[in-house]
């Protein structure tokens, strides 16, 4: 079955740490996405990427940064430089906007 | 002003009720709508697109106002498995989808 998958589904991260999140789709989707969610709060878009080896900063990328090497492939780092990374971040995938996205089921990121 | 705005709710309804959820948008040019269903701790799942003529999937149907640049959802006889909190998405083009921050319903026996 067709799908995007993220891993790991829950991750600790020791402050002053790099952490990289994975998501991968076998969609055949061209365009990628990064969101983070905090609790009780809507979706924030942090990184996307439209097509491989081209990607371009949301509205939080600060802290975050990402590659897209493969189309089927686009993880997510969260670096040191991220003050407050502990959140819920789901990865999405879309082949055309008129369909909406397909999302993954999340990574929630603690940092400890 | 928020690009997609609506109210948060709890929206706290009988088994039975019919709901009904809006949701306003302020880019004139958007060019396609959904409403889509996040469940506690869990990823969102598209639940409807949102179409210029209004479309219905069994309880569920959607209405669209280019004019009055809303959207509505309505839940018609509510269960309990349609406790979850409804986001509005809008399309604002080039594949990028505007998100809102959500309406909780509690649906109660």
């Known amino acids: 079955d067709g799908g995007i998958t993220q891993s790991p589904k829950y991750l600790f991260r020791k402050e002053g740490q790099n952490v990289t999140l994975s998501c991968e789709q076998n969609l055949n989707h061209d365009a990628m996405y990064w969101y983070r969610q905090d609790p009780g709060q809507g979706l924030r878009l942090i990184y996307y990427s439209q097509i491989v080896n081209d990607f371009q900063k949301g509205d939080i990328a600060e802290g975050y940064s990402v590659s897209r090497e493969k189309k089927e492939s686009f993880p997510l780092t969260v670096t040191s430089a991220q003050k407050n990374p502990t959140a819920f971040y789901l990865c999405a995938s879309s082949g055309d906007g008129r369909y909406g996205y397909t999302f993954g089921s999340g990574t929630r990121l603690t940092v400890v | 002003r928020k690009e997609v705005e609506q109210d948060p709710g709890p929206f706290n309804v009988p088994e039975g009720a019919t709901v009904a959820f809006n949701c306003t948008y302020s880019?004139?040019?958007?060019?396609?709508f959904f409403w889509y269903r996040q469940d506690c701790r869990k990823e969102p799942k598209l639940l409807m697109s949102v179409y210029s003529s209004g479309n219905e999937d069994g309880r569920f149907t959607a209405q669209l106002n280019r004019a009055s640049q809303y959207i509505s959802l309505l839940i018609r006889d509510s269960k309990l498995s349609d406790s979850a909190t409804y986001l509005c998405v809008v399309n604002t083009g080039f594949q990028k989808l505007v998100f809102g921050t959500g309406t909780r319903l509690l649906v109660s026996p």
């Open positions: 880019n004139s040019a958007s060019q396609s």
